[in-house]
Structures are given as C-alpha cells and as structure tokens.
C-alpha cells in the first residue's frame, strides 16, 4: 500500500481534497484551541456524528474569508456551496494533537477550513496549523491507479499520466511552466530538454548536467538564486521555481540497457531506451545511455569520491515545477529500477502538467520540520515588497526569504553603517512562539536552562534550550508579557513540538501556539538606533519610552502615535552593538519599513543583509546554528556557560544532569583565532596541534574594523589557553597550514560594552 497523503492546512486557509470509498481521514489540531469546520459535498451520514453542524449557508463566507480563496473557489467550481454537510472540529479548549479520524462511507468531495485568528488594536490570536493525513482504501477498484495525484496547482494545459517503466514526450512554449510529480513517493523521473527550434534544423542542443553544475556552482539547482538549468551552448533552458523534494542527480545517465545486461537481468526495461523510443519522431539519434536531469533520484558524493545512491527523499505528491526559458521538446521517464533502491525497490507513475505562462507561481523551497511533516513552501515576510527591490541576492532562510545584500552598497559597507550609524536588517524568520496558561512559568523554566522565575514583567533573558543530555536542541530569548504570558523567540520550529510534548510529559495546563506569521520583525542596530527609535516609537504613559529601556528589556507601543499600528520593541540584537528589534504584525509591515528608513535617513541608514550579519555576530562572538552548537555540543562548548546557572537555579530542566557532569569534565572549549596573514579560515576547517587534529572552524572571516583575519573555533580543552599557538589546515590538513593563536573571546567588545551604551 502507498504511503498516506500529507498536507498542512495553514491557520486563515483552506483545502479541498477527495476521498474515495474506503479512504480514511486524520485530522489533527496540531498546536490545539484551534477552530476548523469540515464540509463534504455528500450525504450528512458519511461524516462522522456528535460533532455540531456548520451551517451550510456559511460555506461560501468562510471560503472568502480565506488566503486561498481563488484556489479553492476553482476547486470547487461547478458545486453547490449551499448542498454541502458540514461539522466543526476541535475548537479554542482542544488540547495539542486533538485528532478527529474517520472512513469514507463512500466517494466524496471535501473541503476542510481553519479560519483565521481574532485580531485587536494591541493583541493578535495567531490561527494555528491542522494536518491532514489520508490512507488510501485496499480495496482492488481503488488501486489502479494506485492514488490521484494532487490538485494542479491552477487549469493545467496538458495533464498526464507516465506510467512506471515508461517515457512521454511533450512540447512546451517559453514561459510555461512544467510539473514534474511523484505521485507515490520515492520514484525517479528523469528528465531531457531540447531547443525545439534547433531541433527543426536537425540540432540537438539539449540539456546539459556538467555546464549547469559548472555555472551555478552547485551539484543540482533550486528555486532561488542558482535556479536555472543550461545547455550544451551554456544559455539557460529551464528555471526551478518550486522544489518539495530537495535532492536530487545530475551525475548519472538516465538507466542503461547496459546496466541491467551488466547486473544480470537481460532484456530490462531501461529510461534510455524508453527515451529513444518516443524521440525517434523528432529525428533525435539513439543513444544507449542518455545523460538526463534525474529529479528525485537520491545521488550522494562521499568523501572518498565514490558516487553512491539510495532510496529517494520524495513523499507522495512531492514536485518540481519548472519555467520553460526558450520553446523546448521535452520527454520525462517514470524510471524503470526495480532491482536496487533508486525507486524505493517498486517503480510507480509520475505525473506530468502544464501550466501557461500567463500563472504567477512563487518560487519557493519546501521543508519539513519532521519527516512525517507536510511541506512548508518559503514564504514572504511582511517587508518583503520593501526589500525585495533593493536587492537581487535573496536567499531562502529558514523558510522565508531575506535579503543576503543589497545592490546600493554591499555587505561591506553594511557591515560599517552599523558599526558607525545605524543598519536595519529583517528578522521575521525567527520563529516566535506564545506560552500561554496557568503552567507557562513552570514549563519554561523546565524547557530552557535560565530561571524564568526570576523574570519580571518587560524582562527578556537570553536562553539556551538543550536535549537530556545536554546537547542544544537551540538558543533564543524568552520575553515576560504578563503572569502568565510569555514569548520565545528563537530559530528552529521544532521548538515547539518540543514545548508541546514537554507539556504533556509533566501535564502542565498550557498552550503553545506558533505567531511567527503574526509577529514579523526588524532588528535596527547600530550606535545611533537609540535615536532613530526615539522619533518613531510612541509608549503610553505606564510604560517606558523605548528608548529609554534598557539592555533585555521590552515595551510595548505603537507606530508614531496613539493611534498607530501596534508594536513591540525590544533591546536585543545579534550584532554586538547598541540595538532594538520592533516587532509588528504583517499588516503592519510596509508602514514599519517607511517609518525607519524616513526617520533614519537623517541618520545615515541602511538596509543590511544576511551576510554583513554574519560579519557582525562572528566578531562579536555570538553563535549560531549547526556552526557554534549543534545537538552534539552543550552551552560550555558552545561559549554560552553564562545561560546555565547549575547553583543559582534551584529547579529541574531538561538536561540538567546530563549538564552538571558535563561542566565537571569539559572535553572541548569555544575559543577565539587570531590568524596570520589575509587567508580566511572557513566552517568546517581542522585545528591541529602539531600533527593531531583538536579542534574544528566553526566561523572565519576577514575582520574590517580589526583589520584582522579571526576565527571561531571548538578545541580540545588543553589547547583552549590565551596564547596556546595552533595551525588550520587547509588542502588535506597537512600539506597547507596557516598560523594561529588563541586570543580573548570575543574578539571585538569583549567587555559588551557597546550593547549596554
């Protein structure tokens, strides 16, 4: 049986999905308190009873209301609204991961909603996730074809099936757009395309695997700055626009006869001769194997230089959809490999559509917090139409997309506007979640390593949060907004699911819901942010001027005035310098923008991207993800010992005996490199003592306002003293080495004094 069909159903949208007789549904309130209404286009016995009924007549307005609401209007095209039965599920007191299962009596349509949140001037109720899981029914008359693709993503102009074992040809015009769709999950599509005007003058000029790795600089393009696939003449044929799988080979030919004659199994079916097969009308030569684009095919380079391969990373419904740069003569394979893991040892059908190029599809990467997780496509920030102009180098972090510089200065001169002025960079990708309840202080308290009981109404502190054995799971900032309010604010969406289920370990009385897409944000750092927050910050008079609050403090207020968008505003930042970062809701975020960069004109501000971020945080020696911590590494390691107070906290966290031992045999320490000469070090680059490796890079730069190259580095706890002198080495380690020594950490400001001006 296939594997079930996920989807994510955001808070404020809809989706519209089709069950057949014997299926069965699994939805879930995944953070709780979350209203949904379920409607079926069939009779009111095929939905499961005790639930309240949804009034028919407010299908329509609930649609409307909705993200996606041309979608689902086009889904439901032809339909009586007013015909359809309907219940509501979960609702604002369902506990997290509240689930309603249910089979199909018989075929129907179904439409789930989950409205979006209350709103106030000063408050917003963030509308949470449901997933939607769906096993397809055993019975013969449902497995041929095994399982319906997913809806198109808009009125497809060709639409079809490539059955397992097979190849299609089709034609597309510049600017359509092509979806290539594992329908199954875990089977490869291998994929040629053709200049079509070319191919009339008798040309093969196709795509080309080594040129697109050569001019993109990376083993297979995704959506975002290196998207496009080239040909042989190196002119880019195709451009990714939307990847839900994430890997995929550009190595291997598509499959040989040779291979299978080779493995002992004369006469396989192979994709190569499939593809000479339907290419022989367009006059294209046989080839006994073909070098084609291998979308979901899971190709890895080891470290010893073989090329190995495994099962596939796609899910079912798992897609790449394409934009057609020039007229192109296509043909897509559904691999024919069933004697190894290439299609998870079972080849099923791939789904081909086309779209017309009138659509506006956004690009977009899909991740998954958790393997059994729906995809999350990268998503827009609320500053994004600001932003997005000013820059041509917008990369995909997680999940949204930010600027890493911008085209009127550069990451250089950024990096010195906030040494020197002031800089303004967009941070709504830190996830934001609100512990809510009579149990939210003794939740955080056990889930991070600070003692939130010592946190007083307006105070932020900054936190680690760690596995039971000690290893970080994360880092971040929580916020006291009340008794019993609180806001985390850190990097991995995981977080929560963490939060959650540490809620239910101890049976705490308390919600956890995600607001990441309610509260977007701008850090404003830089020695003259005090002054550009003063001219645009209004506070009512109970609370502190924003510019007067001190370091890991927080305010609320509003945007100019008494009556303007509501805000919050913080002292933290991730520069080393004086900062605030002003939180908003999106609505909001276009004025926000306007407000800064008028009022901060004056000052001499800029836009700042990610990767005058990086400069900044490296010499101010703050850390970050899967570079300074890792769940491998504790907050010793990590250069964070001041988050764990082993004696001042009298109460249990998460890893707090795995800690005590930890701090008591410290095996590795963060530390600061001085290098000599202009050579930068990078992540991932060994430290030796002689000839034995002790330690690794964890960040390298040239240091502008030091006028030195520095280093990050986790090393043995021997060679951790001021002083100690170690080499990095470069090439195989050994036949390259560059000098270094240990200095005072970190390497500008040490003292913070900056931060607290």
Request: with cysteine.
């Amino acid at each position: 049986m296939p594997e079930a069909e996920m989807l994510r159903v955001a808070g404020g949208s809809s989706q519209v999905f089709a069950l057949g007789k014997g299926d069965r549904l699994r939805l879930t309130d995944l953070e709780g308190g979350q209203n949904a209404l379920l409607y079926a286009f069939a009779a009111q016995e095929s939905l499961p009873s005790g639930h309240p009924a949804a009034p028919r007549e407010a299908l329509a307005g609930l649609i409307a209301a909705n993200e996606n609401a041309a979608a689902t209007h086009h889904q439901l095209a032809g339909r009586d609204l007013a015909s359809a039965s309907g219940i509501l599920i979960s609702g604002p007191d369902a506990p997290a991961g509240e689930a309603l299962s249910l089979s199909a009596e018989r075929d129907m349509t179904c439409v789930l909603i989950v409205p979006a949140g209350n709103s106030t001037a000063d408050a917003v109720v963030p509308a949470t996730d449901f997933h939607l899981e769906i096993a397809r029914s055993d019975e013969p008359a449902n497995r041929a074809p095994r399982s319906q693709p997913a809806p198109p993503l808009a009125t497809p102009i060709q639409d079809f099936r490539v059955k397992a074992a097979t190849a299609e040809r089709f034609e597309v015009k510049a600017g359509q757009y092509i979806q290539i769709m594992d329908i199954d999950g875990r089977q490869c599509s291998d994929f040629l395309a053709f200049d079509s005007e070319l191919l009339k003058q008798g040309i093969e000029c196709g795509l080309d695997a080594t040129a697109t790795r050569t001019l993109m600089g990376r083993a297979y393009p995704g959506p975002g700055l290196f998207s496009k696939f080239f040909d042989q003449r190196m002119r880019a044929t195709v451009e990714v626009v939307q990847d839900t799988c994430g890997r995929h080979d550009t190595f291997g030919l598509a499959c040989t006869m040779k291979y299978y004659d080779d493995m002992g199994y004369p006469g396989h079916d192979s994709c190569s001769e499939n593809f000479n097969k339907v290419l022989a009308q367009d006059g294209i030569a046989p080839r006994p194997g073909w070098p084609a684009i291998n979308f979901f095919f899971n190709t890895q380079v080891n470290h010893d230089g073989t090329i190995s391969a495994d099962e596939p990373w796609s899910r079912p419904g798992d897609y790449v959809l394409l934009r057609a740069l020039i007229d192109l003569t296509c043909a897509a394979s559904s691999c024919a490999d069933d004697i190894d893991p290439a299609n998870g040892w079972d080849p099923t059908d791939i789904q081909v559509r086309v779209y017309d190029a009138h659509h506006e599809f956004p690009k977009a990467i899909a991740t998954r917090m958790t393997p059994d997780s729906p995809p999350v496509f990268t998503k827009e920030t609320a500053f994004h139409s600001k932003v997005a102009p000013l820059s041509r180098r917008m990369v995909e972090y997680r999940g949204y997309w930010l600027a890493n510089s911008f085209l009127a200065d550069g990451a250089v001169a950024e990096y010195w506007a906030c040494r020197e002025k002031v800089a303004v960079i967009d941070l709504s990708a830190l996830r934001k979640f609100e512990v809510l309840g009579p149990d939210a202080e003794a939740l955080l308290d056990y889930a991070v390593t600070r003692d939130i009981t010592k946190l007083s109404v307006g105070q932020v502190v900054y936190t680690a949060i760690c596995y039971p054995h000690g290893g970080m799971l994360d880092d971040g900032t929580v916020f006291r907004l009340g008794p019993q309010q609180f806001r985390l604010v850190c990097g991995d969406p995981y977080v929560g699911v963490h939060l959650r289920q540490l809620a239910e370990e101890k049976g705490f009385k308390v919600w956890i819901r995600s607001s990441t897409d309610q509260l977007h944000n701008l850090a404003v750092q830089g020695p003259r942010s005090r002054d550009l927050i003063a001219k645009i910050i209004w506070t009512p008079s109970a609370q502190p001027a924003a510019n007067e609050i001190g370091v890991f403090r927080s305010t609320v207020g509003r945007l100019g005035h008494a009556q303007g968008p509501a805000v919050v505003v913080s002292r933290t930042g991730y520069t080393g310098e004086l900062g605030y970062e002003i939180f908003c809701h999106p609505r909001d975020g276009e004025a926000l923008w306007d407000a800064v960069f008028k009022a901060g004109k004056p000052l001499g501000v800029v836009p700042m991207g990610l990767e005058a971020l990086d400069m900044l945080r490296i010499e101010a020696g703050l850390i970050f993800a899967h570079y300074e911590f890792s769940d491998e590494t504790d907050p010793f390691e990590a250069g964070i010992a001041f988050t764990v107070p082993l004696v001042s906290k009298k109460g249990d966290f998460v890893g707090r005996e795995a800690l005590v031992k930890r701090k008591a045999e410290p095996q590795r320490k963060l530390v600061g490199l001085e290098i000599e000469g202009r050579e930068t070090a990078h992540h991932g680059d060994h430290v030796y003592a002689g000839r034995a490796r002790i330690g690794v890079i964890t960040s390298g730069m040239r240091s502008p306002i030091l006028d030195k190259t520095i280093a990050l580095a986790r090393v043995d706890i021997g060679s951790s003293e001021i002083g100690t002198e170690l080499e990095i080495g470069k090439l195989d380690g050994h036949q390259k080495r560059l000098k270094a020594k240990v200095v005072r950490f970190a390497h500008y400001d040490p003292d913070k004094t900056r931060v607290r001006m």
